[in-house]
């Protein structure tokens, strides 16, 4: 049975390049995956009756802007569907509109659907920030970060982020079908910035990760008061590892999310893809 991961293209308010398509292609294909790509058409509200009348040529520059949005969608699509070919990748597509404010929230009942959700990632777009942040903390399910800047390896090599958490276990548990894949796994624990329930905790994940059949190992890892999502990134890529798994600390009052500084410094500074739960 395939995996089924959910692609949500955007195209505004700002511009979703073609390497994010290409990016989920590959992921697709590394991961034996048939993607279901939603192109959300965000269209821009008519003014107000008041406002029109002042502004006669309002409504007509509305009416293009909002198909101009359709096109590029449609345009981001057919990249998609091309990528997605040569990778020998099945694609559904499906399409909906929908206005900014309930976007992200549309975008998470839709990733509940589907094993995991596969976002495109630049890090100077707020736009791709936000639709991030409604699809972890929204949808239930987990869902792998691919910067933009960094083309995907086989995730033959795991690393783990580790801290005996709930949210680090729940992520764990996400990953499980791509750490049965996976030939190598390493188990992140950084010791020295907060308090842990014991000395290391990673020792003992990697222990019952290796009673599973799984070649996983320990790696303790020191923060000295740096940014701990930097920590844990350059951790993960010096030890080889195409993709990290990590939970993502955060919750929600009246829509505004509190994030834990790891999860808040991914956001920020994505270095390699992510699989992040919470």
């Not at 959300?40 to 009348?53: D, E, F, G, R, W």
């Not at 981001?76 to 559904?92: E, S, T």
């Not at 992520?171 to 796994?185: C, E, F, G, H």
């Not at 000295?224 to 030890?239: F, R, Y």
Request: aromatic fraction near 4%.
């Amino acid at each position: 049975m395939h995996l089924q991961a959910f692609l949500p293209l955007v195209p505004y308010p700002d511009p979703l390049l073609p390497r994010a398509g290409s990016n989920a292609a590959t992921v697709a294909a590394l991961l034996d995956m048939e993607v279901h790509a939603l192109v959300a058409n965000v269209q821009i509200p008519p003014l107000s009756n008041a406002l029109s009348k002042l502004l006669l040529t309002t409504p007509e520059l509305t009416r293009q802007a909002n198909s101009k949005i359709r096109e590029h969608g449609e345009e981001i699509l057919r990249i998609v569907a091309d990528q997605a070919k040569l990778a020998g990748v099945k694609l559904v597509a499906d399409r909906m509109e929908t206005t900014l404010a309930l976007l992200g929230g549309l975008a998470a009942e839709r990733a509940r659907y589907f094993d995991c959700s596969l976002i495109g990632w630049e890090v100077a777009s707020q736009g791709f920030h936000t639709l991030a942040e409604d699809i972890i903390f929204g949808s239930g399910r987990p869902t792998i970060l691919l910067p933009g800047s960094v083309k995907p390896a086989p995730f033959d090599h795991v690393a783990i982020a580790w801290d005996g958490s709930r949210v680090a276990a729940r992520a764990v548990a996400d990953a499980a079908p791509l750490l049965r894949r996976a030939s190598r796994i390493s188990v992140i624990t950084v010791i020295d910035e907060k308090e842990l329930r014991e000395e290391n905790p990673g020792a003992r994940l990697a222990r019952g990760l290796q009673e599973r059949g799984l070649l996983a190992e320990p790696l303790a890892a020191l923060n000295d008061g740096g940014d701990i999502a930097i920590t844990l990134q350059e951790n993960a890529i010096q030890s080889g590892a195409g993709l990290l798994v990590m939970g993502g600390y955060g919750h929600t009052r009246i829509r505004d999310f509190v994030l834990g500084g790891a999860t808040d410094g991914v956001l920020r500074d994505l270095r390699l893809p992510i699989l992040i739960s919470h």
